[in-house]
Nanobody, 124 residues
Framework: QVQLVESGGGLVQAGGSLRLSCAASGRTFTTVAMGWFRQAPGKERNVVGVINWSGGTTYYADSVKGRFTISRDNAKNTLYLQMNSLKPEDTAVYYC?????????????????WGQGTQVTVSS
């Protein structure tokens, strides 16, 4: 059974930092891209960042460029999201996801495996 389990969310003041982790099990994701998405109340789920299998290629939404860093440790089958200079508008549930094939995607519609999400709340 494929599982993606996020952790590291919480409440932080504006300007603070958080590091999210996503532990994968049930299959290896070392040969596929992985991504972070977020969904605020009443809004669509949007991409935050995507990283290819080796970590050599990344994509970021404009809203997080320069503040967030996506990385992965294939030996641990774990995906990370370092979030710095957090803003109240970053408040959302954050999900990690992986596609079934080896393509590099940035649309949520191309991701097949999803975690349960972790809440990030940034207070002003």
């Amino acid at each position: 059974q494929v599982q993606l389990v996020e952790s590291g969310g919480g409440l932080v003041q504006a300007g603070g930092s958080l590091r999210l982790s996503c532990a994968a099990s049930g299959r290896t994701f070392t040969t596929v891209a992985m991504g972070w998405f977020r969904q605020a109340p009443g809004k669509e789920r949007n991409v935050v960042g995507v990283i290819n299998w080796s970590g050599g290629t990344t994509y970021y939404a404009d809203s997080v460029k320069g503040r967030f860093t996506i990385s992965r440790d294939n030996a641990k089958n774990t995906l990370y999201l370092q979030m710095n200079s957090l803003k109240p508008e970053d408040t959302a549930v954050y999900y990690c996801a992986a596609p079934r094939d080896s393509g590099f995607y940035v649309s949520k519609d191309d991701f097949n495996y999803w975690g349960q999400g972790t809440q990030v709340t940034v207070s002003s």
